[in-house]
């Protein structure tokens, strides 16, 4: 059977729409959602196949997302329609699995059964072992410098089907909507389709391949990649020798002013930094900026402006505590834990001091909780700011920690404890 009649099988179609559906997502150009596609694919699969098999279908143009960066910059998004999200998914489902028994053992992004976790551990497994230099790689915007007749050549190195070629040509050209202008794009795969994650680990396959035939310990999660080295000198001759063959062989470009030769302490990796232990080996703990970045999320998820009530703010808390803790979790946190419930704590307590809006309601329910009413009135009527007033003895013991989680505020620590104590 041709890989195309694999892709345009029925039930390959199908599997590709529910994955479309179940993970939802923005509309695309012709404003189709995800909710409609179901119903699309049962009334039209017939006449897609027809046009797909005839080289006549025609992808519709990505509608362009700006993300902003830590740094400032933004990252672009190019959000596809369902019916295309659909098609690409459909083709992901067959070509990953060609592509995975030739993929390298150390590439973690964008692949089955394989993590952001499983990279940290290679990476503290390479340091441990006193490749204690790394050559810190980073491709100036990868995904929007992707050269097409690069990829197009490594993609057919392996797939010989020239519909499926054609059809993925397609998907590089169909071209950006920005507002209601259209762009061409003549460079680039565009993040935010399913496609995008498989087609770069295709083209920097050919970079984990010339670091394995150098024999060279690394660590690449889509397109951020580690070296290491036991020595500064190796580590600035391989940054010069794989910069060199970045550029040279995979027509991509390599950003000089972030790639860098450092020392484990100096590195940001997925979110984590490398700290050497009281043991001697280096172990990996969220980075500081990770740590920055939740208590940013925390801090809009309790602002007190914002006018949810209790029940829904403390779900929202619960779902990102869950997330963020299942992927920084280690059991050398506890500290860390503790900051971060303390922090949230005092957040909640300013939403409370908020709600409870006049001196009249403050005063009755701090009563309630327990408060003489001599002491309750002078609180009510106090002029400390929100900030100072839940950091008070007050709030502490009238809103105790108790009351919080009774309310259902999920704590951090009790994360940690159900993770490495219980």
């Not at 993970?23 to 012709?30: E, I, L, Q, R, T």
């Not at 933004?74 to 459909?90: C, E, F, H, S």
């Amino acid at each position: 059977m041709k890989l195309l009649e694999k892709i345009l099988d029925d039930t390959n179609l199908e599997q590709a729409c529910d994955k479309v559906v179940k993970a939802k997502g923005a509309n695309g150009v012709d404003k189709m959602s995800t909710s409609d596609l179901k119903n699309y694919l049962k009334e039209n699969k017939e006449e897609l196949k027809t046009l797909i098999r005839n080289r006549q279908y025609k992808p519709m143009p990505v509608r362009r997302v700006e993300i902003p960066k830590d740094d400032g910059s933004k990252r672009l998004l190019g959000i596809p329609t369902v019916i295309d999200r659909m098609i690409q998914q459909a083709i992901v489902q067959v070509l990953s699995p060609i592509y995975e028994e030739q993929f390298s053992e150390y590439s973690y992004g964008f692949r089955p059964q394989r993590n952001a976790h499983m990279a940290i551990e290679q990476t503290l497994e390479c340091i441990n072992q006193g490749k204690g230099w790394i050559v810190d790689m980073d491709l100036e915007k990868f995904f929007d410098k992707v050269n097409h007749d690069k990829l197009m050549q490594i993609v057919s190195e392996t797939i010989k089907d020239g519909d499926v070629i054609s059809l993925i040509r397609k998907y590089l050209v169909s071209g950006i909507q920005i507002d209601n202008e259209f762009k061409e794009s003549i460079i680039g795969t565009p993040q935010g389709g399913n496609l995008s994650p498989l087609l770069g680990n295709i083209i920097l396959d050919k970079l984990d391949k010339e670091l394995e035939s150098r024999g060279l310990s690394f660590a690449r999660y889509a397109d951020d990649c580690l070296i290491f080295v036991g020595t500064e000198r190796a580590a600035d001759r391989v940054m010069k020798n794989v910069s060199r063959y970045i550029e040279k062989e995979l027509k991509l470009k390599v950003n000089m002013t972030k790639s860098r030769v450092a020392r484990p302490e100096q590195v940001k990796f997925l979110g984590f930094e490398i700290r050497k232990g009281q043991d001697f080996l280096y172990k990996a703990r969220p980075h500081k900026l990770s740590v920055k970045k939740l208590k940013e999320k925390i801090r809009r998820i309790t602002m007190r402006r914002w006018s949810i009530n209790m029940t829904t703010r403390l779900a929202r808390l619960r779902y990102l505590f869950r997330g963020w803790f299942n992927y920084f979790k280690h059991n050398k946190m506890k500290s860390l834990v503790s900051e971060i419930d303390s922090y949230t704590r005092v957040r909640l307590r300013m939403c409370i001091w908020k709600q409870w809006k006049t001196v009249k309601n403050r005063q009755k329910a701090l009563m309630k909780l327990g408060i003489p009413k001599r002491k309750a009135w002078e609180w009510a009527n106090t002029r400390k700011g929100y900030a100072r007033t839940a950091n008070s003895f007050i709030m502490t013991r009238s809103v105790t920690n108790k009351i919080l989680v009774k309310r259902g505020f999920l704590t951090m620590e009790s994360l940690f404890q159900q993770a490495f104590i219980y």
